[in-house]
C-alpha cells in the first residue's frame, strides 16, 4: 500500500461509522473513563490486522480499560528522556540548549514510539513488546527507513494541523453546543485515524510503502 492510499483509507476510515465515532469522543472528554480510548486505540490496530475495514466494537470495557492503563505507561516511559531535558531547561542556565534536546529527542523518540505501541498491540497488548527496541527497528528497516520517515512526517503534520484547527474551531464555538460538538468529534476522529494508519503501516514489507 502506498502512502497516499494508506493516509486516503485512514482518513476515511473513521467515518464509517458515526455512532462508534461519537461514543469514543464522549470517552476520550471524560477523565479515567478515557483510558477506554486509549485501549480503543489497539483494538483499532488488532482489527485492522484481522483484515476488518469497519470499527470494532467496544465490548469487553475493563479489557479496554487495562489496555488504555497500558498505552499510558508505555507513553510515560518514551517520553522520559525528553522530559528529563524539559524540566532541566527550568534549573540550569543555557535553557535553550536543553529546550532543543528535548524538542530533539522528542521527534526521534515519537517516530520509534508509534511502532512501539502497535508492536505491543500486535503481541496481545504486552507492556514488554512496545519496549522491544531490536524488534521495532527491525519493523522499521523492513519497511524501509526512506518511506517509514515520509509516512511518519505526512501523518505528524495532519495532526498538528488538523489537531491545530480543531481546536481552534472549537474554541471559537465552545460556548455554542456547535464548539463542543467540533472538539468531541474531531480528537475522537484524529485519534481512530491515527490507529489505522500505524496498524496499515506495520504490516507492511520493504517497498509496499511508497508515495
Do not use: H
Not at 476510515?13 to 489497539?42: H, R, S
Not at 526521534?108 to 522491544?132: P, R, T
Amino acid at each position: 500500500m502506498s502512502i497516499i492510499r494508506n493516509i486516503s483509507d485512514s482518513l476515511q476510515y473513521p467515518i464509517k461509522n458515526w455512532a462508534k465515532l461519537i461514543i469514543l469522543g464522549v470517552i476520550l472528554v471524560i477523565p479515567v473513563v478515557n483510558f477506554i480510548g486509549l485501549g480503543y486505540y489497539l483494538r483499532i490496530m488488532k482489527s485492522t490486522w484481522a483484515g476488518l475495514d469497519e470499527l470494532p466494537d467496544f465490548r469487553g470495557v475493563g479489557e479496554l480499560f487495562i489496555d488504555g492503563l497500558k498505552v499510558l505507561i508505555v507513553c510515560i516511559i518514551y517520553a522520559i528522556v525528553p522530559l528529563i531535558f524539559y524540566a532541566l531547561s527550568f534549573v540550569f542556565a543555557g535553557s535553550a540548549i536543553f529546550l532543543a534536546a528535548a524538542l530533539i529527542f522528542a521527534i526521534m523518540i515519537s517516530m520509534f514510539a508509534y511502532m512501539g505501541v502497535a508492536n505491543m498491540a500486535y503481541y496481545d497488548s504486552e507492556i514488554g513488546a512496545a519496549l522491544q527496541y531490536r524488534e521495532i527497528f527491525a519493523r522499521i528497516a523492513a519497511i524501509g527507513w526512506g518511506n517509514y520517515i515520509i509516512w511518519w512526517i505526512v501523518l505528524t503534520l495532519i495532526m498538528i494541523v488538523a489537531g491545530l484547527i480543531i481546536g481552534v474551531v472549537g474554541g471559537i464555538l465552545l460556548f455554542f453546543i456547535l464548539g463542543f460538538l467540533v472538539l468531541l468529534l474531531g480528537y475522537s476522529y484524529l485519534t481512530i485515524f491515527q490507529a489505522r494508519s500505524i496498524a496499515l503501516t506495520f504490516t507492511v514489507n520493504r517497498g509496499t510503502l511508497r508515495c
